[in-house]
């Protein structure tokens, strides 16, 4: 009973390099949100995504950064031209369809660096 | 003025001892209050939630809701090193949604 997975955990690029991060939800969840982490600060929403349908970018800079959920395969969230402000932690949690009780199942997260 | 404020600590306390984490938050709104504990460099758990305002106790931990003075905690009894972590607070409008998260407060327990 696998838990929510992201990769890498680990992630390293230079200024202006592509970041690419990936989740899978739990299984038979089907929503998927992607939260950032800066030290010292709480857990931004950036999206929330289900199969094929972006539903809120509210949290997502308008440059830069996209995501997706495909029919087949992970989410993605992608990160262009990076800078270094971009490093940070980012969180991917899924829920089930019908969940209202806040209970979100996140990874272990990604760790971008931005040299 | 954040939506959500939560001291970041740090907190240290001895083993055995009870803890006592807050947020306030600026919005009315709110009606869904959940507390999550993150372990370092792992992602946070849902540890507790509670719809409006009432106490809600599991285990040794106890989640109280003040809408009237827009106030959350979180009491930990007999606390142990186990429970060392940073814990958040999170609330919403409807559902996860529109959660929003406090900074965290990492809690530190010696034994």
């Known amino acids: 009973n696998a838990g929510v997975m992201q990769n890498p955990r680990h992630l390293v690029r230079r200024r202006g390099q592509e970041a690419r991060l990936r989740c899978s939800p739990m299984?038979?969840?089907?929503?998927v949100y992607w939260y950032r982490q800066l030290p010292e600060e709480g857990l931004k929403f950036m999206v929330y995504l289900q199969k094929e349908n972006i539903i809120d970018e509210s949290g997502m800079p308008k440059e830069r950064f996209s995501a997706e959920f495909p029919k087949e395969g992970p989410s993605i969230l992608r990160i262009q031209q990076v800078v270094r402000g971009d490093s940070a932690a980012y969180f991917c949690?899924?829920?089930?369809?019908?969940?209202?009780?806040?209970?979100?199942?996140f990874g272990e997260g990604s760790r971008l660096t931005v040299l | 003025q954040k939506e959500v404020e939560q001291d970041p600590g740090p907190l240290s306390v001895p083993e055995g001892a009870i803890v006592s984490l807050n947020c306030t938050y600026s919005?009315?709104?709110?009606?869904?209050f959940m507390w999550y504990r993150q372990y370092s460099r792992k992602g946070p758990e849902l540890l507790m939630y509670t719809y409006s305002s009432g106490n809600k106790e599991d285990g040794r931990f106890t989640a109280q809701v003040d809408k009237s003075s827009k106030y959350i905690s979180l009491f930990i009894r007999d606390s142990q090193p186990s429970d060392s972590a940073t814990y958040l607070c999170a609330m919403s409008f409807q559902g996860i949604n529109d959660m929003r998260f406090g900074a965290g407060t990492r809690l530190t327990v010696k034994p």
């Open positions: 949690a899924s829920s089930r369809r019908d969940s209202n009780t806040g209970e979100l199942f």
């Open positions: 299984k038979g969840h089907s929503h």
């Open positions: 919005n009315s709104a709110f009606q869904y």
